[in-house]
């Protein structure tokens, strides 16, 4: 029985690197993989990206309003064995929900991977859809500057930790440079001076 996969961690958890490593193994074994990730994710456009400089193209990305289940259906080819979701927060609870459909009236596995909760410690909409549906949930675990397992993902601009804004903000090299660090609870209560999102 195909199942629905939410594998999530914080950032820098290896979570493309798995992906990619999962797509890998079912070629290596004969067997057709769909890649796809959500539009919004603009880091190396259509492409899923491990920080280990491992790269592929996606053969769909995934817009706000697109019908997840009608997009695999368009982009699936004979024997298609899984779908490979990169970025999985930023889909929508409907579009999360077309993921099960795949794999209940399609008959095929969709994995998901992404992060549970923004900088300001909240579940993204697509993530919080996930836990809830996900007949399978595996965490993917990356160390804190101190050690510890890192849980939260902080933000910094311009090197210094916020704790406002908008939920998305993907990396940016610039000059108002945006980038993110994994953190513990303990690390990350010191940076905001205990503040947690209400």
């Known amino acids: 029985m195909a199942k629905l996969y939410f594998r ?4 820098n958890s290896g979570k493309s ?5 999962a797509a890998y193994n079912y070629e290596e074994r004969g067997q057709r993989v769909l890649l796809a990730k959500p539009e919004i994710d603009t880091k190396d456009a259509g492409r899923i990206s491990s920080r280990l400089g491992v790269s592929r193209e996606v053969d769909f990305l995934i817009r706000p309003n697109d019908d997840v289940r009608a997009l695999f259906r368009e982009h699936r080819h004979e024997g298609v064995a899984c779908l490979l979701i990169d970025e999985a927060q930023f889909l929508t609870p409907v579009q999360v929900d077309d ?14 991977y992404g992060i549970r909760t923004d900088f300001r410690t909240e579940a993204f909409p697509g993530s919080r ?10 965490e993917l675990k990356t160390i804190c500057r101190c050690g510890r397992k890192a849980l939260f993902n902080a933000r910094l601009v311009e090197g210094r930790f916020v704790f406002d804004g908008d939920q998305v903000a993907i990396d940016q090299l610039t000059a108002d440079s945006v980038t993110y660090e994994s953190m513990c609870a303990e690390c990350y209560l010191t ?4 503040r947690l999102a209400v």
Do not use: C, D, K, N
Request: proline content about 3%; aromatic content about 6%; cysteine-free.
């Open 129 to 138: 859809r996930l836990m809830e549906l996900a007949h399978s949930l595996e």
């Open 8 to 11: 999530y961690g914080a950032m």
């Open 191 to 194: 940076e905001s001076g205990g």
């Open 99 to 112: 993921l099960l459909r795949i794999v209940v009236f399609e008959g095929v596995p969709a994995l998901a």
């Open 17 to 21: 690197t798995a992906l990619l490593q």
